[in-house]
């Protein structure tokens, strides 16, 4: 088939025959092909940063722009301003009524501006019977799409895919190019949102007689444990079509068929039995596949595979959820689209090293908050069984921000919905819909109307999955009927008023769409050990002794407590699973402080204490037993220095320096004992903290300790992984650590360190956790915080080894060997 590859940058994604695909140094060529090819524009794009009123044309001189891949994100490699998107507002989802200066809102990174990116691009023997589709996974924002000094289209929602038929602009054997312009305005977001072209571009040539871009629609009515019913719908064009429909098993056998010639506008509809079903849960997430093949007579015209899962999803009064007919709560998190210190650009290894994270954690759903998922979070969710709820919009028509959604509203919200719907609709792991959070028009007759037109749209697109909205105004949802109308009832915070919401709604059941919003800072711990609300220090931290919110949130027992004690509370998305860049409440008026304290986990994905307390709670196949705070406490001799343990044993034994503090037992004297082991009077003294925990008859079971480090002596390293895949894009998170002599972690540590890597590997990025510090990430040197930071180690797409070295002053450097391969 001749050579398919000159060019190693772009990456081919070949659906059926062997794509003839020839890359070139300049730019990609698709040559003719019996099926459809799908290319990803990935490499070799021109990026600036700027007005440019030439830079669609075909011949200007981009050779000195800068050369990126996509996925990009502009704005991460800073540097952070606190100029930058500096606010003076009063942000009334936290109640606040007097405006204020805000720094740090969206990150106080660049993202504010134009740009514009250039990729060139060939389509070999493209005859009339081909079609060309150009495909965006999201742009950040407002792009507008020119092909060859054309104007091929626009979109203004950053969030949403959207594609353009290119046919009749793109050039046969000719060279074309693709220019798209980015404009991010200030004050457009309440996080950050990131800027460019940071989800994947596609372009995919295909018959023009074919099965339509998210024209396949895969659900399962019927499901028993011996046959599901999998009705398939799938949008073509062209006439007189015949469609096979093969169904494919997770080892790859096919295990049922249909074929029909039954079309009604365009669209067959294939009802198959299936015997034995695999079901989908977040415990076996088994995936299908569907194989359509569209004929005309004997000549395959096109092919496209589907992937699905079988299982059934159900809300009943007073019951609640059930996934497959077995009752079931959600314990989710919410999750920005941010990934850390990659910013936006969207990348597969760093979305499955957070969710194998959140596995550990029993978290078992995901909200994506406040946007449109990306592909590959849902493919992943699909493979390693998350339930999702996919949200579409921060803002209706009425503003929470001067230059948000709320501009596109009432002439883009159908569309974008239905880019939403169709593009993922055929993912198992989606469970329900959110067609808004917090939206001021919760209040009043309009804001009812546009949640039933939305909700409407939701139903007429995919009749299969309720809808929700996350509603923080909810007096005012009870008054107007908002609330009411809602498939679910989703309470953002506001614990006091479940009991009259549930008496008031008519659903009966509750969802707890966003939850907690407990601050903290990873390793940092603040005396007395006491609840607070909006409490601010000078160093402009937060206490990760868990006990200190926000006055419109509440710490993680209060929701606990409705989640185990009422049958009709359904499940709850914790605010959030990992800190985000943007929004460092409580110091939104406190320079440096540039991203959120609210995580589970910190921005380099480091577990705070209080993951600990959601997994001795969500984790039901795991021990956790876990110490708080550290023993590190020179000046702290005498004083008292509260110890909590957060385990799902229901007893401990906590020891210090061998000496008995006593046996602390979970009860129902406060919602904190209820579900933490907590010693409120242990005096510090340098040693060992241990703790054992009893089973039932007041027998040891497991037990842990920690120590109080001497002088840090040594870097550790540890990666997640060690064998990465040599493509270009894989990553190996190193956490790096300091420890002593004896090999104790050194808890306060805060050493500058520098990083190095050799071989078929690149440093990528460095994080540590630290909302308030300014270091670009991107930079191969960073201080530790709390003892710890991640770095961030990429392969190339050269097999072979790669080798991360650390070090620094007056530290014994730190070795790790990684290797990568095809």
Known sequence: MGNLIKRQKNKINRTVLIAFITLFSC???????????????????????????????VGFDDSKWETVSVPHDWAIYGPFDKEVDKQTTAIIQNGEKTPTEKTGRTGSLPYIGEAWYRNRFSVKNLDKDKKVILLFEGAMSEPKVFLNNKKIGEWNYGYNYFYFDITDFVLADKENLLAVHLSNMGQSSRWYPGAGLYRKVKLIVKNKESIDQWGTFVTTPIVSKDLAKVNIKTKVTGENLRLVTRIIDAGGNEVAANETTSVFANEFEQNIAL???????????????????????????????????????????????????????????????????????????????????????????????????????????????????????????????????????????????????????????????????????????????????????????????????????????????????????????????????????????????????????????KFPAEKAVFKQYDDFQTSSYDLEYCSWSNLPEDDFILQDDKTWVIGEFVWTGFDYLGEPTPYDEKWPSRSSYFGISDLAGLPKDRYYLYRSRWNTTAKTLHILPHWNWEGREGQTTPVFVYTNYDSAELFVNGKSMGIQKKNNSTPQTRYRLMWMDVKYEPGALKVIALDKDGKPVAEQEIRTAGKPYQIKLEADRNTLEANGEDLSFVTVSVVDKDGNPCPTATQQLKFNVTGKGTYRAACNGDATSLEQFHLPTMKLFSGKLVVLVQSTEEAGKIELSVTGDGLKEGRINLSSSN
């Not at 090819?37 to 990026?47: A, E, M």
């Not at 919760?442 to 909700?455: N, P």
């Open 27 to 57: 730019c990609t060529t698709i040559k003719k092909a019996d099926l459809r090819n799908n290319l990803t524009l990935s490499n070799n794009w021109k990026f600036n940063k700027g007005e440019n009123e030439n830079a669609t044309l």
């Open 275 to 525: 015997k034995n079903p695999h079901l989908w849960s977040p415990e076996t997430p088994y995936l299908y596949s569907a194989v359509s093949e569209l004929y005309d007579g004997n000549v395959l015209k096109d092919e496209t595979r589907t992937r699905f899962g079988i299982r059934t999803i159900k809300f009943e009064p007073q019951k609640g959820f059930s996934l497959n007919g077995e009752i079931r709560k959600f314990k989710g998190v919410c999750l920005h689209h941010d990934l850390g210190p990659l910013g936006t650009a969207i990348n597969k290894a760093a979305l499955r090293r957070q969710l194998t994270i959140l596995k550990d954690l029993g978290c078992n759903a995901i909200r994506s908050s406040h946007n449109m998922p990306s592909m590959e979070q849902l493919e992943l969710c699909d493979e390693m069984g998350f339930m999702f709820l996919a949200e579409s919009f921060d803002e209706w028509a009425k503003p929470k921000v001067k230059n948000g959604y709320n501009r596109f509203f009432e002439k883009d919200a159908e569309k974008d919905i239905i880019n939403l719907v169709r593009a993922t609709r055929n993912h198992p792991s989606i469970v329900m819909w959110s067609s808004g959070n917090e939206v001021p028009d919760q209040k009043g007759e309009e804001g009812v109307k546009r949640a039933k037109w939305l909700q409407e749209i939701f139903h007429r697109e995919d009749p299969t999955r309720p809808v929700t909205v996350g509603m923080d105004q909810v007096k005012a949802t009870m008054e107007s009927g908002f609330a009411a109308l809602m498939d679910i009832p989703g309470l953002n915070y506001r614990v006091h008023l479940y009991e009259e919401a549930f008496k008031k709604f008519p659903q009966g059941f509750i969802l707890g769409s966003e939850t907690a919003s407990t601050v903290s800072s990873r390793g940092i711990y």
